[in-house]
């Protein structure tokens, strides 16, 4: 058979097919490994929603086990359900995972207690532990700091980077700014913050090689005031993104992905409970256009209201997750369904679900 022919056929299978066609023979398996078919198999599966999944971790509320799992995407009754192995063999019994990053090219970056990072890629099941940036101690006297991360690919210079906003022993209550390339395989100090400046856990998102955060200032002096900051994995800095003028005063802002620009949740009203869902999009000039997409009325969540993720799946309906439940809404704020999955355990609290694409990037090289 013609290499072109094979080539083709090859660049169209999922990748549990590719890792085992890897020892049909020597050629294959030198075709299958080469950067340039790694990154067209990608370009394509891109593009092909059969090769789009979602990964959930979750646990129950009693028990501090992990649990992975793919799904098929978009989440739907018929979605095949696959049981994922940890990481790293052992690991559940270190507790709950702490942060999950946004993917990037079937990458996901999982921190677990005690600054324990692992990049992980859910399709091969190849890892890799990153060193941590906190000085060893003796067990006894390990202690946990406050720290967000954000991950992402910087195709210019064909390097992973992970940036650590947090405390350290010897921070003396900065938080301090940290970075960790995959192809020197260690970190560097970029900068402190004020010490009076606090992160708001609402959520830590990439796109484009672009970190989202939320920053809250000030809480010292009692002053409400956010702002959602950016830092370029590329120049490595930092810019504010502003909020919309609509939604200075808000109330638990949390930022999520939703197809290749962020979005910002927040509940309106504690009283009457509302929820709203705003979509920022990049106008190519230095301003942001920030639409509101969703609002649920109180009838339908109220103040337990506490979204996972969303997804897009058909116009402007999201898929939500309330109360251990997958609901779906459209743009006018209406329950159309609630989902149950075949294979989700319905005991299962789930804290992150991540949309991600299939890959054969490893993340174990230091130049991918």
């Known amino acids: 058979m013609p290499n072109d022919i094979i080539l083709n056929i090859l660049l169209r299978l999922p ?5 085992r066609f890897k020892c049909v023979c020597k050629s294959w398996r030198s075709l299958i490994e ?21 990964f959930l971790t979750g646990g129950i509320c009693d028990n501090m086990d992990n649990y992975f799992y793919s799904v098929d995407a978009p989440l739907q009754y018929d979605s095949v359900v696959s049981v994922l192995e940890t990481p790293i063999p052992g690991i559940n019994t270190l507790s709950r995972v702490s942060f999950i990053s946004s993917s990037s090219n079937g990458i996901i970056l999982i ?3 005690y600054d324990l990072i692992i990049l992980w890629n859910p399709a091969t099941g190849e890892s890799r532990k990153i060193p941590s940036p906190i000085p060893k101690r003796k067990k006894l006297e390990r202690r946990q700091f406050p720290a967000i991360y954000g991950f992402g690919y910087v195709s210019s210079i064909d390097d992973y980077k992970i940036v650590r906003v947090g405390g350290k022993d010897n921070s003396h209550g900065h938080f301090e700014i940290e970075l960790f390339s995959t192809k020197s395989n260690a970190w560097k100090l970029l900068g402190k913050f004020p010490p009076n400046s606090f992160y708001f856990e609402g959520g830590i998102v990439t796109i484009n090689c672009i970190v989202y955060m939320i920053e809250m200032a000030d809480l010292s002096r009692n002053i409400n005031r956010s702002t959602i900051l950016s830092f370029c994995l590329e120049n490595e800095q930092f810019q504010d993104v502003l909020f919309p003028d609509q939604i200075q005063k808000f ?3 949390i930022l999520y992905v939703l197809g290749e620009n962020i979005c910002l949740t927040r509940m309106k009203d504690l009283a009457r409970g509302e929820f709203e869902v705003w979509h920022m999009i990049e106008d190519g000039s230095m ?3 920030w639409s509101k997409i969703l609002t649920i009325p109180s009838m339908h969540c109220g103040r337990c209201l506490r979204p996972v993720s969303l997804m897009k799946i058909n116009g402007y309906i999201m898929l939500l997750k309330h109360k251990g439940d997958f609901e779906v809404y459209n ?13 989700l355990e319905s005991s299962l609290f789930f804290n992150c679900i991540v949309p991600y694409v299939e890959s054969l990037f490893s993340p174990k090289r230091k130049r991918i």
Do not use: C
Not at 42 to 53: A, F
């Open 34 to 54: 080469d950067p340039q078919f790694i990154k067209h198999h990608y370009d394509m599966s891109k593009s092909d929603v059969n090769r789009h999944k979602i």
């Open 287 to 289: 301003n942001n256009i």
């Open 251 to 253: 109330q638990d802002p």
């Open 111 to 113: 921190v677990f207690p």
């Open 15 to 19: 990748v549990k097919s590719l890792l």
């Open 331 to 343: 743009s006018n704020g209406e329950q159309i369904e609630i989902v149950e999955v075949p294979g």
